[in-house]
């Protein structure tokens, strides 16, 4: 199946080179090459049958391995036999548990001093979808707040102007630590309540949802800001990245339409964020408001904020610690010069970068199954593709040999949309209001209970299901939410075991 996939995209190079302009044309592809790729990628119309390499979604990398609860921790297929001994080095580093300083183990502290978890599978336990807190006692360790204030003053302002994402809860920083290092106060606790929201569909099913309210207790500090912006977040599924950070920055931005000049009611925008890797302005593509251009960036970020380790990136040894922490900024740090600058010094991040630019996408499940081509074709019809974009080529440029120029399957445009009032946090982050967030990658979902033991979905794990997950769609998913509520029951099933097979 490799060699057919390969044999069906991949073309001789030819002189002459399609020049990049403002209308999206992709340069990295000869005139033919660009021809082949809008003719695979266009949307289908026949649903009698599956497409070509439908059930291949990370294209040759794609983990043909037995399904369990470990399908989210393989690697791409495809890539070389010394790239998977990176990979695993990569992987010890990602379940790797930090401790705090001085320390034995001087490879391994710097913990903190405030954090939210020891180490990144904590959070992403098996590679897969963070859940909310169970209410007997779990905590919320792949769950958490973000924290920031909108913009006071000209100072606040510039920092925005000049790339800052959000301005930080001047007492607590960036994010809500619930753990500390011995000695240091925890910041304080998330508390998460729940009303049942009735919906009721067009034959008269009644589904309830839950809506939930946010607030925190038991601060260390003293009280937060009196203009505090609370925003929960899950840890999402970690498969797939490496080829979603080769989807070519013109056929994302090709679906941009800020001005919904084509009054479709759908509207996708870019967030452009400022890249610490490049130090300029680029396509966010990872985090729920797409608030990261690279996955290098998104980790160095997740070691700083969630676990206080720094990394070349972001240097910032005491995490998130904040001036009004005093006695978590005076803390002993794991920084050692003969180790390098900071506490995860290269080729740390590297290694975890790759790791996570390289962990396969499992293979489709019943793709000729009658039910799941209906409710494929139902997906379609209620418009869902607007924003969950089928199909992509990636770059012929990845710099990654498994990367290139592979056909995947991931469901995403990769822009932000806004949501409507429901799931609006009403906190911007970077180009992102408090209404949008980024159009999540579909790939895997219906492995999400095999994988992480739960259905909780969104931002918050607030959906108890997929149905759920579609009835809280509003704002420019509101058409296509409104017409999956008024399908009849068996075609609703339908949508929920295409869903489920991908």
């Known amino acids: 199946m490799h060699k057919r996939l390969t044999v069906f995209l991949v073309i001789t190079l030819i002189a002459g080179l399609a ?7 992709r340069s990295d592809l000869t005139p033919k090459d660009l021809k082949r790729v809008q003719a695979v990628t266009a ?7 599956p497409e070509n390499f439908e059930q291949l979604p990370g294209g040759a990398g794609t983990v043909k391995k037995r399904v369990n609860q470990d399908i989210f921790s393989f690697s791409s297929a495809n890539i070389s036999f010394e790239q998977e001994a990176e990979f695993k080095l990569g992987n010890a580093l ?9 320390a034995s183990t001087e490879a391994s502290d710097g913990l903190g001093p405030l954090f939210n978890a020891r180490g990144c599978q904590n959070c992403h336990l098996k590679d897969g979808r963070g859940h909310t807190p169970s209410g007997n006692g779990d905590d919320a360790v792949s769950m958490f707040l973000r924290l920031s204030i909108p913009p006071r003053n000209a100072a606040d302002r510039a920092a925005l102007a000049r790339g800052d994402k959000v301005i930080d809860e001047p007492t607590y920083g960036g994010q809500l ?3 500390a290092i011995q000695g240091i106060k925890p910041e304080g606790k998330m508390v998460v309540s729940y009303t049942d929201d009735p919906v009721t569909l067009g034959d008269g099913t009644v589904v309830t949802l839950r809506r939930p309210s946010y607030s925190v207790s038991d601060l260390a500090y003293g009280p937060m800001a009196d203009d505090v912006l609370l925003s929960p977040r899950i840890a999402p ?24 000049r084509d009054g479709d009611g759908i509207s996708g925008r870019p967030n452009m964020v400022l890249d610490p890797v490049s130090g300029q302005r680029e396509l966010g593509r990872f985090g729920w408001k797409a608030g990261a251009a690279s996955i290098r960036a998104q980790s160095a ?22 001036a009004a922490e005093a006695a978590c900024r005076a803390a002993p740090t794991g920084e050692q010069e003969r180790l390098g600058p900071s506490e995860a010094p290269d080729p740390v991040l590297d290694l975890v970068t790759f790791y996570s630019q ?18 494929k074709q139902a997906f379609y019809e209620a418009n869902c593709t607007s924003c969950h974009t089928p199909k992509y080529v990636t770059s012929r440029r990845a710099p990654i040999e498994a990367h290139k120029f592979q056909l995947i399957w991931p469901y995403t445009d990769l822009l932000l949309h806004d ?56 704002g420019e998913a509101q058409k296509s939410r409104d017409a999956f509520a008024n399908l009849p029951k068996s075609q609703r099933d339908d949508l929920i075991a295409f869903l489920e097979s991908l």
């Open 301 to 322: 970020d997740a070691f700083a904020g969630d676990i206080g380790i720094s990394t070349p990136l972001v240097m910032k040894p005491h995490g998130d610690c904040t």
């Open 43 to 49: 949307p289908t119309g026949d649903f009698s049958s």
């Open 237 to 260: 599924p970690m498969i797939g990245l490496g080829l979603l950070e080769q989807v070519p920055r013109e056929d994302i931005l090709a679906k941009a339409d800020p001005e919904d």
């Open 94 to 102: 990602f379940r790797k548990l930090w401790v705090s300083a001085p």
């Open 419 to 474: 949501m409507g009032e429901g799931l609006a946090d009403n906190r911007p982050e970077g180009d992102a209001d408090g209404y949008e967030w980024k159009t999540p990658p579909l790939w895997g979902i219906g492995l999400t209970e095999t994988v992480s033991g739960h259905t909780e979905f969104l931002h918050d794990g607030r959906a108890r299901n997929l149905t759920e997950a579609i009835l809280w769609h509003g």
């Open 358 to 375: 390289n962990l396969g996408v499992p293979q489709r499940r019943n793709v000729s199954d009658p039910q799941v081509l209906r409710g």
């Open 19 to 25: 020049v990049a302009s403002d209308g999206g044309t």
């Open 177 to 179: 630590q619930d753990f």
